[in-house]
């Protein structure tokens, strides 16, 4: 049986507390949902087994590019990431695997994977890192990396994802993400057509290596690093990469790397719609890549997006398989708080979409009834479904409440006793 890092009898204690009145709202929305034809127990099946994974990275304090304020108790190695996660995932039990970064989380990957198994534990995707130099690096990532203008520097950041695709074959990953800083800040700076034509090769020499499946998800990014302009700046450029690699390569979407306003759910669509929707990084924000946490700004943009998945669920869509992992930096706030809050955001989203009268939707679109087929959205989307989510919770050996559970057992007061506190001062997200 996994280890668990909050005492049980803690556990017990706080949902004792909260599981009566839980089991009166659970039964009040049942027989709500059921004058709607809705089984509240099929709602809650579906939200047990819909699981989203936790970055590594998430569960220390980010930062802007001006400053950084580190928090108490801050994990000082992959190891320590890893207890963190699994605080996550007993309370939730909705985070059972970890997003690695390398080489921030380079370790031998036999330690690693028993570090995990610990406590049941699994890793999702990974993710290389060539918009940073590291340690004792050859080449600097300054002017690029898959794109570069040098050869060498090219060949660096191939052989980099190459590594974490050997890494990821001992974890028991099967996918790898490949986000780059590559672009300019200055009209000229770079020939866009070379540039890319020289980031296509690059990537064809990653794919090609990619094993028996294995699945390899492109991230675009409109700005930042680069301001000027970015290699694989929107999903159009992120579809023709995809659709150039081959049956392997999908797009992941990150809800922050859009300009305000745009129509992510319409995105999704047609990701969808053509096969090539690998996933999400699911965060939220208000002007640009904030990474804010999943629904604190938009929660019914959140929903919409979902809407989409929903709607492919349910009909069979052909290819449809997305992951899905949070992407936050926590910057005034407990990450692991933040994040246990953010996994329920995603899971509530989706529980909403479950809601939503299809053949209703349907008969409405066909009939050209704007008003009435936004108001069977908002009918789902108005539904409080925290009932089933912390029901899902209890049954499956987690908290009713989790940040409250986590409070209780004092895991942060605990972490910062044992972890050296880290000096304030550099900026930059971790």
Partial sequence: MPEQIIAADIVECDNAARAAELQRDYDSLGERLDRRGVAINAIRDKVA????????????????????????GEPRDIFDKIEDCAVIQQLTRATPNVSLHIPWDKADPKRLRQAASRFGLGFDAMNSNTFSDAKDQKRSYKFGSLSHADAGTRRQAVEHNLE????????????????????????????FTRAFERYLDAMKAIYAALPEGWRLFTEHKMFEPAFYSTVVQDWGTNYIIAQELGPKAFCLVDLGHHAPNVNIEMIVAR???????????????????????????DPYRLFLIFNELADAELRGAAGFNPAHMLDQSHNVTDPIESLMLSAAEVQRAYAQ?????????????????????????????????????????????????????????????????????VASGGGGII
Avoid at 50 to 71: D, E, L, M, Q
């Fill in 271 to 297: 990701l969808i719609q053509f096969g090539k929707l690998g996933g999400f990084h699911f965060n939220d924000s208000k002007y640009g890549d904030d990474d804010l946490d999943a629904g604190s700004i």
């Fill in 353 to 421: 979409a479950l809601l939503v009268d299809r053949a209703a939707l349907e008969g409405y679109q066909n009939d050209n009834d704007a008003l009435m087929a936004t108001q069977t959205l908002k009918s789902a989307y108005r539904t409080d479904v925290e009932p089933i989510l912390a029901m899902t919770r209890l049954e499956n050996g987690g908290a009713i409440d989790p940040v409250a559970t986590y409070r209780a057992a004092g895991y942060r007061r605990k972490v910062a006793e044992e972890r050296p506190a």
């Fill in 49 to 72: 087994a819909f699981h989203v994974a936790v970055p590594s990275w998430g569960v220390g304090t980010g930062g802007t590019r001006f400053a950084r304020f580190p928090g108490p």
């Fill in 164 to 191: 974490c695709i050997e890494i990821g074959q001992t974890l028991g990953s099967n996918a790898l993400t490949v986000w780059i800083g590559d672009g300019s800040n200055f009209p000229g700076q770079v020939n």
